[in-house]
């Protein structure tokens, strides 16, 4: 059974993962923007592992 922290982790990993579709899909993503919410993703996928 998952935690309520892991839960909160997977589910803020989630939003980044709309906001990177989001960025994406813009006429003219902005790099600098894509490369940020990927750091965090990974960050974050670090700490639900680590867990």
């Known amino acids: 059974m998952a935690s309520p922290h ?3 982790l997977q ?5 980044l993962d709309a906001k990177l ?3 994406l ?3 003219v993503p902005d ?4 490369q940020q919410i ?7 996928k670090e700490e639900i592992r680590g867990a």
């Open 6 to 8: 892991i839960n909160a």
């Open 11 to 15: 589910s803020k990993h989630a939003g």
């Open 21 to 23: 579709r989001e960025e």
């Open 25 to 27: 899909a813009r006429p």
């Open 31 to 34: 790099a600098a923007t894509i």
């Open 38 to 44: 990927k750091k965090h993703k990974l960050r974050l």
